[in-house]
């Protein structure tokens, strides 16, 4: 019988609660038994009531609240040796032998370093008098899988994050609102996205709200930028277009690395087409609000799989990541995903975007 724990980690992202209580009952109805821990690694490495058993009842109402409501923490400790010998010797004076961690790439990374130093981790809290050989002898091993929980649709080998379209719906929605004032005053509008280095939110809002121009840090813009920007948007202007929406993502660059500014767009606009431009910094709104039904379904198909996925893991399996590719759930390596997530997110960073672009084939071709 296991006991399976559920965290979430790293940045909150709506359909994050779905996960938990899909996790949560599925544990309790494969008759194993259901922990969660309480604000990311900190709780693992903290311990105490921050890891907590979990029944039916404790995830009613779930379903729908956006954020996480186990909290997330950023905690430094475990990016430490230490830090992670602790958190092992809490899973084991809990009896936890199984854990499912909702985050992003850094969560899922930390996870896979986790599972990989476990004997040697259990082996030191041993040789130091922490825990006896009699205690840590039923968990030679850990049992670990991740489910990607972002806005920013950011990692690699599965087609959605859990989070990204209630982030997306919400932007629309505030575009959407944007655009009455902005037609009404005729008036341009400079709208900012998160994204970090991933530009999926920017592209998709752009392209579900007819956005005039979009700036993506995958995909500068060419030297001309700012004439190619005022012809554009002159032409549509021309057309009869009483409002301009301009959407920058959060990590967009010029070609040659300088971020692109919602400041410095503004004055393009009003310094040379006399557009009435202001600017709109969506913030933490994005990451707000109930779930969409997408993310409801998407965590909570999810959630099922990982718990499926741990229940049929074995010491000699790699971990496990749980995906949608094509409408389809699936698992990939753990380790893999997140080793091509960060390649490519260095790629972008260097603005090696050939390099990008090879990574995204290879994944195609998989
Ligand atoms: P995200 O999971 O959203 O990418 P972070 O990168 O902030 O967010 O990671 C969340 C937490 O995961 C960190 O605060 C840290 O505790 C843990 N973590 C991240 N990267 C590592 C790593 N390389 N080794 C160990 N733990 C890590």
Redesign the pocket.
């Known amino acids: 019988k296991k006991r399976i724990a559920v965290m979430t980690?790293?940045?909150d992202a709506p359909g994050m609660n779905a996960a938990v209580r899909a996790v949560v009952r599925m544990t309790i109805a494969k008759g194993c038994e259901s922990y969660a821990i309480y604000e990311?690694?900190?709780g693992m490495v903290k311990g105490g009531s921050l890891i907590k058993r979990m029944t039916w009842e404790d995830v009613r109402g779930w379903l729908s609240e956006g954020g996480t409501l186990i909290g997330t923490?950023?905690?430094?400790?475990?990016?430490q040796r230490a830090?992670?010998l602790q958190g092992a010797k809490n899973l084991i004076l809990n009896g936890i032998d199984a854990l499912i961690i909702c985050?992003?790439?850094?969560?899922?990374?930390?996870a896979d370093?986790?599972r990989s130093e476990w004997s040697g981790l259990l082996e030191e809290l041993v040789k130091t008098g922490e825990l006896t050989a009699e205690q840590v002898e039923p968990y030679k091993y850990l049992a670990i899988c991740g489910l990607v929980?972002?806005i920013d649709n950011d990692m690699t080998g599965t087609d959605a994050t859990i989070g990204c379209y209630s982030s997306l719906t919400r932007i629309c929605q505030a575009v959407d609102f944007i655009d009455a004032t902005a037609y009404s005053h005729s008036r341009a509008f400079v709208v900012e996205v998160m994204g970090r280095h991933c530009g999926w939110l920017a592209l998709m809002a752009g392209v579900s709200t007819g956005a005039d121009f979009v700036f993506l840090p995958e995909k500068p813009p060419g030297d001309d930028w700012e004439q190619d920007m005022c012809r554009i948007i002159s032409k549509h202007r021309g057309m009869g277009k009483r409002k301009t929406i301009v959407i920058v993502a959060e990590g967009a660059t010029d070609n040659k690395l300088n971020p692109i500014s919602a400041e410095h767009v503004k004055e393009i606009l009003a310094g040379k087409l006399g557009l009435d431009t202001r600017i709109t910094t969506l913030g933490h709104v994005q990451r707000g609000g109930n779930a969409c039904a997408y993310d409801r379904m998407l965590a909570t198909l999810q959630g099922v799989e990982a718990v499926d996925a741990i229940l049929e893991s074995t010491p000699e399996t790699p971990s496990p990541v749980i995906t949608i590719n094509e409408n389809k759930i699936g698992r990939k390596s753990l380790q893999e995903s997140v080793k091509l997530t960060q390649d490519g997110a260095k790629c972008i960073a260097n603005k090696d975007f050939e390099g990008a672009m090879k990574l995204r084939d290879r994944e195609f071709e998989e």
Do not use: I, K, Q, V
């Open positions: 980690s790293g940045g990311g690694y900190e923490a950023r905690c430094m400790e475990f990016r830090g992670r985050g992003g790439d850094g969560s899922l990374t930390g370093l986790f929980g972002s």
